[in-house]
């Protein structure tokens, strides 16, 4: 199959969905990875362009690990809004991977740009096969499946479906430790988070991977919502 994680910012995807995408690459399939946004206000000290190009080159860097590709919509972070233009870009972005499964953020998070790109994605799913919504890449010939994985903390999340990553945390640190520019920005714009505690942002991760391991009976899970039109569309897991 082919497999398309869609964030808003360049580092969502492999926190939230990290070990899953590497299963999927290790069974054999297609892994894409993409961000709606380019991340250009994520430092504190450097120009919105040269961040943005930091942060691209951390996602494809990220993405190699497992051997995904990764594509940027490259709207602007935190100002990312739904126009006809970014709809047609996210449907062809869809049709360009041939996506069969798509993973995006909870619609409802802590960030509007999590919160648009989760409704964008979910609205323009149903859209993909429809030949007289024209984009550069044809349409493809099914709806692809949608799940929804967890928002920041995983506050009032209730997943439908788990995903055993055990065997993957280290890759999903891996690829997670691609993004050093962020670390540094989460400390210097979220004080009343982070604290003066010397840790990694990243090591929230564990915790939740820990915790949902504990719900679904392993050492480490990463958690999702089936969407709607989903359920209708298939009776067999096709999560690995």
Known sequence: MNILAIGAHPDDVEGFCGGTLAKYAAQGHKVFTASTTNGNIGSATLPKDVIARIRKEE???????????????????ELFFETREARIALIDLVRYCKADVIFTHNPRDYNPDHELTSKMVNDIAVMIPIAKIE??????DKIPLLFYFEP??????????YVDITEYMDIKHEMNS???SQIQWIKDN????????????????????????LQCGCDYAEAFVTAQHAYRMT?????P
């Open 59 to 77: 996602s494809r860097q990220a993405a190699a690990v497992i051997g995904a590709e990764y594509i940027c919509l490259d709207y602007d972070d």
């Open 190 to 213: 979220y004080k009343d988070q982070v604290g003066d505690r010397d840790r990694n942002v990243f090591d929230d991760i564990d915790v939740i991977a820990r915790f949902r391991g």
């Open 178 to 180: 691609k993004h050093v």
């Open 135 to 140: 984009t550069r890449n044809p349409p493809c």
């Open 235 to 239: 009776a067999k897991r096709i999560l």
């Open 152 to 161: 920041a903390h995983a506050i009032g999340f209730v997943p439908t479906d």
